[in-house]
């Protein structure tokens, strides 16, 4: 329990499943995920992008496999990564065998589209001789013919009606280990859709807005709908799908965890718009900083203010902190008080080497405890 209640997050209580070895669901981590954009073909360019997502601090990655030489593909990538890989299957119940095959973690795939129940038992077989768990991901823009025609749209119920028709083909195979999405890129309709779902199955939920749009579009569209599933305890693993590199979906994806307090990762900065009363120019040194420490992993808060109005203030809540004085000199703010002042030339460089060792000593601090503790 949280010491301010209205920060609280009560999540949604849901079965386990795993990806490798990453857990998804009944109270594990929420996971952030991406997808490659690379022909998979190429091998070494997918496991450098997949290795740059690595790097921004993604849990699993999503690789397409369109065809029999991609699927083939993934036995080369899975070796060379260290994240767990989900293969993304459509139709074809083959490209999905050959996937599990060449050690694919998951198979996103829905059972109803690949045709006859023998192919559905070969592909759930599979999954069980590989150790595979599967996504089904359901999506407004592909819904069934007998679906559009049932409710003249895509709407909420026809999206959970789908994620149950293809849920209950692999129970009825005794196959359980499966999440669902059901993501739209309207995010009315995604966010009702969840909402519905939630409500009535307990299988984990794979959370997304999907074609959200470019950076900056993408990133507000999802942080609008997939903040309010999170805030509402929905959501087990999520991607932020953005018509940009993986690596920034993975680092938006982060940021939304943060921020409701869910998950901490690297630096969290805490920063003001910067107005005339600004000692320093703050644009220019959050971004500059943010480029700089996007290396630590150890959670960190960070407040990067420009004057003294409410720099003391914020300086409180943060670990480290600096705020804008007069004469080129800035006040340096350790938990929460006052430390030193810094002159502004070398401020910037201060401020790296200061997170670096307060990095280096929390991680220290943990593995003492974690000794003690065996």
Not at 117 to 134: F, I, L, N, Q, T
Not at 204 to 212: D, K, R, S, V, Y
Request: aromatic share 4%; hydrophobic share 40%; proline share 3%.
């Amino acid at each position: 329990m949280s010491y301010r209640p209205y920060q609280e997050i009560v999540r949604r209580k849901s079965r386990r499943v795993y990806v490798g070895k990453v857990p998804v669901g009944d109270g594990a981590p929420i996971t952030v995920q991406t997808m490659t954009n690379t022909l998979t073909t190429d091998v070494a360019g997918t496991v450098a992008q997949i290795r740059r997502a690595e790097a921004a601090g993604v849990d699993i990655v999503r690789v397409s496999c369109p065809d029999q030489e991609s699927a083939l593909a993934l036995k080369d990538i899975v070796r060379q990564v260290e994240v767990p890989i989900v293969a993304d299957i459509h139709f074809h119940y083959r490209r999905a065998l050959e996937a599990a095959d060449s050690g694919a973690a998951c198979l996103r795939i829905n059972p109803g589209n690949i045709g006859s129940d023998e192919r559905v038992k070969e592909v759930v077989k599979s999954a069980r001789d590989h150790g595979c768990s599967m996504r089904i991901g359901v999506n407004a823009g592909s819904l069934e013919k007998h679906l559009l025609e049932k409710y003249g749209e895509p709407n909420p119920e026809a999206l959970v009606e789908s994620a149950l028709y293809h849920a209950n083909i692999l129970q009825q195979h005794d196959f359980h280990d499966f999440k669902i999405s059901v993501k739209a890129s309207d995010v009315f309709l995604a966010v009702a859709a969840y909402q519905q779902l939630a409500e009535v199955c307990d299988h984990p939920l794979h959370i997304g807005i999907t074609e959200a749009g470019g950076r900056r579009m993408g990133t507000v569209k999802s942080s609008i709908g997939l903040g309010s599933l999170l805030w509402a305890g929905i959501g087990d693993t999520l991607r932020v799908s953005l018509s940009d590199e993986p690596e920034e979906e993975v680092r938006v994806g982060w940021d939304m965890l943060k921020t409701l307090g869910i998950r901490h990762r690297g630096v969290k900065v805490i920063s003001c718009p910067s107005c005339a009363r600004q000692g320093y120019n703050v644009i220019e040194t959050v971004r500059t900083l943010e480029d700089r420490l996007g290396h630590i992993e150890t959670p960190i808060t960070l407040s990067i203010i420009g004057c003294v109005v409410n720099g003391p203030g914020e300086a409180l809540m943060t670990d480290l902190g600096v705020t804008g004085g007069g004469n080129g000199r800035h006040m340096i703010y350790s938990a929460g008080k006052t430390d030193h002042t810094i002159d502004g030339g070398s401020m910037v460089d201060h401020i790296v080497d200061l997170v670096e060792a307060k990095a280096a000593a929390l991680r220290a601090a943990q593995e003492r405890e974690k000794i003690a503790a065996e």
